[in-house]
């Protein structure tokens, strides 16, 4: 699609992270049923229904624009979730398995945490304050998480993991 | 590769990054290429002699933990690369082309972000203290990217892209 101005560049990036979110809340299942550890897994289910919110959030933003929500596919997150699945197949034992997935999840927190503040910035420019303030609740969520994972991470799958 | 233990998980990842470094690397000359602010093709050049810096550390720390240097396909970086270069071709104004750079550029470092935080950590579970080291100069290099490259878009930028 040619864009030929910041609000078709914005909307071009809102449709590569609406097709991102997506393929996020069809994988998390599949992450939490891999994790050994209930607190790892609790956290996918939990970040799964917040991203169910997220989606939510991304289609009142299409509004605000006055487009429909339509998805482009998103090639990195494909090629995030597709290394998070290789990761995910290579790993023998649970305690590693579970250090594995949740470097992978950062992966994918990280490239949203990137895309959702370039979207913040777009809005305010473009004069969107409800929008950047959607899109500014996930961002949040998004940081949230991350550093669950970083916590969850450092006190206790990395002890398993190399123990 | 089957991976067994925390030390193989550190090294795969390692290769990963390794790939996706000298993928930067090539790339970044296509991007300063495209932008059009003096200050935006300088970040880029500046940034890939540092890539070029970031090889050699990784090589070192190949060499803390006894293994010769070896790259494995990173389909992350593949993906975002490929959405960076999509997303080039598509804009036309020079701008907007900026801002579009500047957010690719921002997935970029925001996967080596994610990735430097993790093999750090790792590396301080598995006692490789100068390896934790010298990933860690390289995650601040990559987070100090990150704002310069926020700094540029608010200062500048995006209020071109936007007039």
Chains 1, 2 share one sequence.
Not at 11 to 30: H, M, S, V
Not at 62 to 68: D, K, L, T
Not at 113 to 122: E, N
């Amino acid at each position: 699609m040619q864009v030929k101005s910041m609000n078709d560049l914005f909307l071009n990036t809102l449709r590569d992270i609406y097709y991102a979110e997506k393929q996020i809340y069809k994988n998390l299942p599949k992450m939490a049923k891999a994790a050994a550890s209930p607190e790892l897994k609790q956290a996918f289910e939990k970040h799964r229904d917040e991203t169910e919110q997220q989606i939510e959030r991304l289609e009142l933003v299409f509004e605000q624009f006055g487009a429909s929500p339509r998805s482009i596919r998103c090639e990195a997150m494909d090629g995030i979730i597709a290394e998070a699945k290789e990761s995910m197949g290579e790993v023998e034992d649970e305690a590693v398995c579970d250090a594995a997935l949740i470097a992978s999840a950062q992966t994918i927190e990280h490239y949203e945490i990137a895309r959702y503040g370039t979207l913040i910035a777009w809005a305010d420019r473009l004069g969107k304050k409800e929008a950047s303030k959607l899109l500014g609740e996930t961002l949040e969520e998004e940081k949230k998480t991350d550093r669950l994972l970083t916590d969850l991470a450092e006190s206790k799958v990395n002890q398993d993991a190399t123990a």
